[in-house]
Every structure is written in C-alpha cells, then in structure tokens.
C-alpha cells in the first residue's frame, strides 16, 4: 500500500509516511537514521525502565503495546508491573505453557509433572511471595508440611498424592484469594479452569480437552484490548495507538531481525517510541 490510511486517520499522516519510505531498507537489514524522524527514539537503563513505562502509560491516553522480543517474555519483574497497571500479557494461539503443563500431566513423571505444575504456577502469576512460591512447590512435590495459616493447613490435609488435577483446580483458588498476586496469562488461566472442571466432573482425557479448548479460543479477537504487552510475533497484525519498542543492546542476535523490528514500529498509528535498553 502506498497510501498510509492508518495513520492518516489518526492525524499522524507523517509517521505513517515515514514507515512506508523505511521499508526498503528494513527489507535489506538496514537501519533507517532516525534524526529528525518521527519516531521518538530514547535510551532507558534496565533499573529505570518500569519507571518509565508506568510515566509513559499515565500521559498517553488510547491503546498502547509495550512489544518486546521475539523468542521469550519480558522480565518477570517488569511483566508484573506492567499487569498492574492493566496490561494484559499476549499470548500464543496454542498457549503453550499450558500446553507444556497439560503434555507433563499426561506423560510426566510425578517429578516432571510437579515441576511443570510449579512452573505454571509461578510464570501465570506475579507477585508471589517466596514462602508461598515453597508451599507451591512442596504441595505439589507431595511433600508433608506443617504450615501454621488455615487455608494452607485444609490444602495439606485435603491432598498429599503431589499434583492432581484437584490439587491445581484448588491451588488456582488459593491463589486467586491472595492480595499480592497478579495473573499474568489471562487466556491461560481461564482455559486450564475450563479444562480442571471439565476433567473433574467426566474424567474426560487432559489432552482432549486441551485440544477442544484451543480450538474453542483460536479466532477470538484480540482487538478490544486497551493496554497490552507482548511479542513482535504476537502483536503483528494488530493495531494500537501507541507502541512502545523494548529493544535489548545485543538485539540483532537475541532479539529478532530487521523486520521484526519494522513490524513492531508499525504497530502505534499515533505514536511510537524505540527504546533502546542499557544495563
């Protein structure tokens, strides 16, 4: 397209402008030179970064992305933070760890399916302290305990066979009750209920009902979500008013390729700032 009607609606005619003239050297893997450009381009130091997200996220009013790189998630520290301040963490069509977890409860170990239970655990919800991260662990290890609160004594008492699909369905609750936790895979969660409560009321197979459910969620639209953090991967195809790029120092071979990070500054029709990160 060589009309940038995006943009245009926006009233940002000039960025979608220049997006549209930078594409052949994105598409040769080189950098545009960004001086005068319309892209606000800023260097922010990892330790001052959540800071500047959350200034960031209180002057701009609309949708706005926080687009990280494209093989893993953000910090967990910094994906926390941006939760609380009512983000949504974008995830894969297939929800792969919860795909990860499902594939350890069929086929695991009893080690291999307590970790990954752990695992899910801990990587779906921040904010957990560290003595609740060990109760998490040890419960699910089927490890005997002696915990002085109630609901963690009722919860010992009520399993000790490591972790079972009641285990899960009941720890979810447990956590969802306490005030520090923030969910951080939305999509995730609310699918494992489906198939936690599913599996306990027929006994159908994990693996099927994990099945049925991706298929259930695969054409949802993401559309409606007004603040959103995810990957070049996950975000392209999407539209926002404003995009933040989080790029890393050593991004041309950890964070993904010249065009991944095209697509990524095509994201924003009103705004977009590149951030370049320092330790």
Not at 229 to 245: N, P, Q, R
Request: charged content about 25%; glycine content about 8%.
């Amino acid at each position: 397209l060589e009309t940038p009607h995006r943009w245009i609606r926006a009233g940002n005619e000039p960025l979608g402008r220049w997006l549209l003239s930078t594409r052949p050297q994105f598409r040769e893997n080189r950098e545009p030179d960004y001086r005068g450009g319309p892209i606000d381009r800023r260097t922010i130091s990892y330790r001052e970064l959540a800071r500047e997200l959350i200034r960031f996220t209180h002057q701009r009013d609309g949708r706005i992305c926080v687009i990280g790189p494209k093989a893993r998630p953000l910090p967990a520290s910094l994906e926390t933070t941006l939760v609380k301040q009512k983000y949504r963490v974008l995830e894969p069509n297939e929800l792969s760890v919860l795909r990860d977890l499902i594939v350890a409860l069929c086929d695991g170990s009893a080690s291999e399916q307590a970790g990954a239970a752990f695992n899910f655990l801990t990587r779906a919800y921040g904010g957990l302290p560290g003595d609740d991260k060990n109760f998490l662990e040890k419960i699910l290890k089927g490890q005997a305990q002696r915990p002085q609160r109630e609901d963690r004594r009722a919860l010992c008492i009520r399993h000790t066979g490591g972790a079972t699909a009641q285990l899960l369905h009941d720890l979810l609750h447990y956590i969802e009750r306490m005030h520090n936790s923030s969910c951080k895979l939305h999509e995730s969660v609310s699918a494992l209920k489906c198939i936690l409560e599913a599996h306990l009321q027929s006994g159908a197979d994990l693996s099927s009902l994990y099945a049925g459910e991706i298929a259930n969620r695969k054409y949802q639209s993401r559309s409606h979500i007004y603040r959103c953090t995810g990957s070049t991967l996950l975000v392209k195809g999407l539209e926002f008013d404003h995009a933040i790029v989080l790029r890393s120092p050593n991004w041309q071979t950890s964070w993904g390729s010249y065009r991944d990070l095209y697509v990524a500054l095509t994201r924003g029709s009103r705004s977009t700032t590149l951030v370049d990160l320092t330790r």
